[in-house]
């Protein structure tokens, strides 16, 4: 069942992703959604933090295109299986978000260090901030993927657990950690994880060609795009995209910190993604 609570379509304020354009974003408050709402919805291109789901709606512009990749398929590059292998010694926990000093501190860090690097904002974040972001609104499927390095925790992924999906919700790594590709080892364990679940998709948010920092996404194959923005019942086309033209893995690595600017930062009116 989808209970939304409101529906809104906000101004257009400058695009994150392409300064030079304007971006509109529709916004669902939502105060109860089941697992198959929510698929359908991320068929169609929507993302979730807390309660809100969001996707662009900007008009003469469809640069932000959901990417997904077939679990069954994927298979990692030689740059992908190095990373694996560094981060054997992690210890991975899986269980329902939370918040702790801990996580705050380490996310708090991580966007120093992309504010520093990237020229991200550098906004402390608040543990109510946190909690309506990343806790709040989970239902039966938000997840989050510790990582561990001998008891301290240097990675977080959150992540949403449907039947037939994973998204990737949001990532934060230690930066002093960066040697680890601790992002694209979040990734490939999301993946292990869809294949274990036996889910067949898992969804890493928008691709934007356009920017240095969101044209990763596309490294990992095989992938699908979806095609326009499909409305209601309107059934969604995910079209596949080949592997020309593809990042190498330095540009992969360099991009891997890449901001969430799907409609607001995490700590921006809405809390805004992953990843």
Known sequence: MLQIIRETTHDETTCAYLPDRGARMRYRLVNQCSDEDYEQMLARGWRRFGRIFFRPVCTGCQECRSLRLDVAEFSPNRSMMRTARRNQDLEIVLRPPSITNQHLQLYERYHRDMSERRGWADKEISPVDYFQTFVEGGE??????????????????????????????????????????????????QVE???????????????????????????????QILAGRPRGSEEPSWQARSADGAQSADEVQAAEGAQPAEGAQPTDEVHSESA
């Open 193 to 223: 994880l869809a294949r274990d679940r036996g889910a067949t998709h898992l969804y890493l948010g928008y691709w934007v060609a356009g920017n240095a920092s969101m044209r990763y996404k596309a490294n990992y194959h095989p992938h």
């Open 140 to 189: 039966s499927y938000g997840h989050e993927l510790l990582f561990l390095e001998g008891g301290r925790l240097v990675a977080v992924a959150l992540v949403d657990l449907l039947p037939r999906a994973i998204s990737a919700v949001y990532c934060f790594y230690e930066p002093e950690l960066r040697r680890r590709s601790l992002g694209v080892f979040s990734v490939l364990q």
